[in-house]
């Protein structure tokens, strides 16, 4: 990275100008990239345009095309749908209204066009750029630009960014609004459950999604639904048959509701529909349960984006308006998406192919190849949907380990849905599962009991730790946990917790060299809202954590809207970890982010409220301050609050919050759900795997370092990685990995916030293939 390419950034996009505009159906989360797109555009020195109403405004020009500055995009973040407006547009269809578009950018020097919208949106935008120099030369014979004009627009630039809640386009992993919609979807379910069981009801949910049943898929997932249809896996002939007997094998085992999750395609084998009400008549004809449909409609794509869609908008934003300034006549449309948790660049029209080629596999009756075509981890979704919902535990249990589950460490939403799948997970292969109660200490004190299929029901949805948890370390009690893994026959160990898990996890390696109970097999999964784990990207229970700071945040800059010239400085949790006050500074829009992985001094500081000083200059009159809670031994959260109060004096005024134990509460996150669910899915298929490689003469004997892992998500990939091998990329005293990708978009943070800095573009995306991504693509 050399010295003068830090400095092309900010000159990058001198001469230019870029468009922004929404299209097609509205998603959360689209606002967040608009934003990006306008900040990061004139941080380049580019002048950038809102397009309002989509495709209309382009072809209608004048007032529709307005030239947008620092300002209009502030308080944007936190609201649903798009601020610029979108409309359906048939003139754009047609080359007469092509035309007129061109003529309106031409006007204005506009050559860089950046498309917010569904795979529509984006097929006409490829269109646009195909025909652009026909286009000027029509233009130019009917003498509406000059010749001089037509050669500074020689060519149009176009980047796509997915905004779509179905999640139907092939080549991203997610979708700008796709966890938005599933929060709404989540909200519901979760309130319909509580009335259902009150009288033992059946519910028939459809959802949206056209023609793609993530949404649906995703749902049952997360709330344990006991039945799902989507369009891409039609069911057998004999469903009717198979349904009625599921719903029935469900309340025998004690459960007081059903649920059917409908995607709005679903269809049986033949291409025929199947729609909520004729499930609903089925039900009721055949079981004679009381059965109510909710279809949840146009609500899904309402309401606050959620953090991960803001932070995804953001990140798209900046990542599409580097793809449009670095764009020659050579590079092909591409659509900036997310892949696992990095920025990639994809040529748009052979994603737009592969979503083509998924809705005509449909309509052939090709099912395979369209759940192949929707990625691996679609499949991936499908597989654990159902192992969780389709099999019958098996009766015997001869033949079968026993497994031990627990968790560790502080409470973090979504251990309970990793505690049910492994526990399921495990029954379903046979084995005699068993849970132990307040972590370690309740490892030594044998407060262990066996669960059986309907110990760990309803638990998905339900925050904390049912099981109990403590931070207390195993070291010390060796001996006890010893003799209780031979007295309970204890022959594998999953471990769902925070940075304890990880050490506990290091001290049972330890202890194997004293103790031979010690050699079974362990499996560590991360759950802390800290995200401070190392070999994993996420852990369970920070997405919630992000969304509940998110949320606290929007409402505090709310209450500042009718006084003016306030700064809020607010306290996160974390540890050390400064992963949350980061995020959540990205999400809820924060002129600054105080963390302890990067030093600062009182000169920042001092910069920092000059900065905000120059902000009150403004229209925008507010200020919003995150510091993590272990970032500085000195300069405390009184300290800053000091500090402001007074270098502020008589500019704006300061309030402090400190936010708390509010952090690790609250219902877990569609994202939070779904990831327990797998993650306890992939450690105990691991955990029989390792079981049976270790079996020797009629006893577990395992005392390889790969015995005991910690499974974590990393870049695309779920992996298993020994406890052991960590440790070097462990800071111990600050219970941090040493290396953290988040720490690359700070600087986006800081742009957005309007600091001038450099930004390094060399870890920018290069444009991929899509048929190469499919094989290597994540198994999440």
Known sequence: MTHEEHHAAKTLGIGKAIAVLTSGGDAQGMNAAVRAVVRVGIFTGARVFFV???????????DHIREATWESVSMMLQLGGTVIGSARCKDFREREGR????????????TNLCVIGGDGSLTGADTFRSEWSDLLSDLQKAGKITAEEAAKSSFLNIVGLVGSIDNDFCGTD???????????????????????QSHQRTFVLEVMGRHCGYLALVTSLSCGADWVFIPECPPDDDWEEHLCRRLSETRTRGSRLNIIIVAEGAIDKNGKPITSEDIKNLVVKRLGYDTRVTVLGHVQRGGTPSAFDRILGSRMGVEAVMALLEGTPDTPACVVSLSGNQAVRLPLMECVQVTKDVTKAMDDKRFDEAMKLRGRSFMNNWEVYKL???VRPPVSKSGSFTVAVMNVGAPAAGMNAAVRSTVRIGLIQGNRVLVVHD???????????????????????????????????PKKSLEQISANITKFNIQGLVIIGGFEAYTGGLELMEGRKQFDELCIPFVVIPATVSNNVPGSDFSIGADTALNTICTTCDRIKQSAAGTKRRVFIIETMGGYCGYLATMAGLAAGADAAYIFEEPFTIRDLQ???????????????????????????????????NLYSEEGRGIFDSRKNVLGHMQQGGSP?????????????????WMSGKIKESYRNGRIFANTPDSGCVLGMRKRALVF????????????????????????LRPILKILAKYEIDLDTSDHAHLEHISRKRSGEATV
Request: proline share 2%; hydrophobic share 35%; aromatic share 8%.
């Open 669 to 685: 996150t569609p994202f939070d759900r779904n990831f327990a669910t797998k993650m306890g899915a992939k450690a105990m298929n």
């Open 99 to 110: 035309l007129r578009a061109a003529h309106n950018l031409v006007k204005l020097g506009i």
């Open 721 to 744: 990685q020994p406890v052991t091998e960590l440790q070097e990329q462990t800071d111990f005293e600050h219970r941090i990995p040493k290396e953290q990708w988040w720490l690359k």
């Open 607 to 641: 910069a920092n409220v000059e900065h905000l000083v120059q902000k009150m200059k403004t229209t925008v009159k507010r200020g919003l301050v995150l510091r993590n809670e272990k970032c500085s031994e000195n300069y405390t959260t009184d300290f800053i609050f």
């Open 52 to 62: 309002h109403e989509g495709y209309q405004g382009l072809v209608d020009g004048g």
């Open 439 to 473: 972590g370690f200490e309740g490892l030594a004190k044998g407060q262990i009991e066996e669960a059986g299929w309907s110990y760990v029901g309803g638990w998905t949805g339900q925050g904390g730790s049912k099981l109990g948890t403590k931070r207390t370390l």
């Open 388 to 390: 969780l919902a389709h």
């Open 174 to 196: 997610m979708t700008i609004g796709t966890d938005s919609a599933l929060h709404r979807i989540i909200e519901i379910v979760d309130a319909i459950t509580t009335t259902a």
